[in-house]
């Protein structure tokens, strides 16, 4: 029987302008999801924000190059990026949060839109003062 262990990945917050609609997250989270090294993304246009987990392995600057061209190519504009080591999971399997905002969790699953008002303190789903879901 083989364990597996989460190795962790890089959290890039992505400035996405053009988006109006559902419709338009979907696209844009489509895009993203396509390119190589992307575990998940998840999309907001209401906040104008993407927020996208990479594989431990691909580079952030290799990923925000390809996210300009895909997000270009979907209609919308990639106004800026920033990358985040994703937090290494705790002992017990941390909040649930599914590593996704950087917490650990269990399986990796697509994390929460970034809000316009979340600061650093509280994690990018906007947990408490651990950064935890």
């Known amino acids: 029987m083989e364990i597996m262990t989460h190795v962790p990945g890089t959290v890039v917050e992505l400035a996405v302008s053009g988006m ?6 979907s696209s844009v989270e489509k895009a993203l999801t396509g390119l190589t090294g992307v575990r998940s993304a998840s999309v907001d246009h209401a906040s ?3 927020v996208v987990l990479l594989d ?19 209609g919308y504009t990639l106004e800026g990026a ?4 994703e ?3 705790r002992a017990g399997g941390g ?3 599914g590593g996704a ?3 650990g969790g269990g399986e990796a699953k697509a994390p929460e839109p970034v809000a316009a008002t979340v600061t650093d303190e509280a994690g990018c789903c906007g947990g408490g003062s ?4």
């Open 101 to 103: 905002c950087g917490c």
């Open 82 to 85: 920033q990358a985040r080591p």
């Open 56 to 74: 431990a392995g691909t580079a952030a600057e290799d990923f925000a190059f390809d996210a300009d061209a895909a997000i270009h190519d979907a």
């Open 48 to 50: 104008g924000r993407a």
């Open 87 to 89: 937090r290494a999971p």
């Open 130 to 133: 651990d950064g935890c879901c």
């Open 20 to 25: 109006t609609c559902d419709g338009c997250s």
């Open 95 to 97: 909040c649930g949060g």
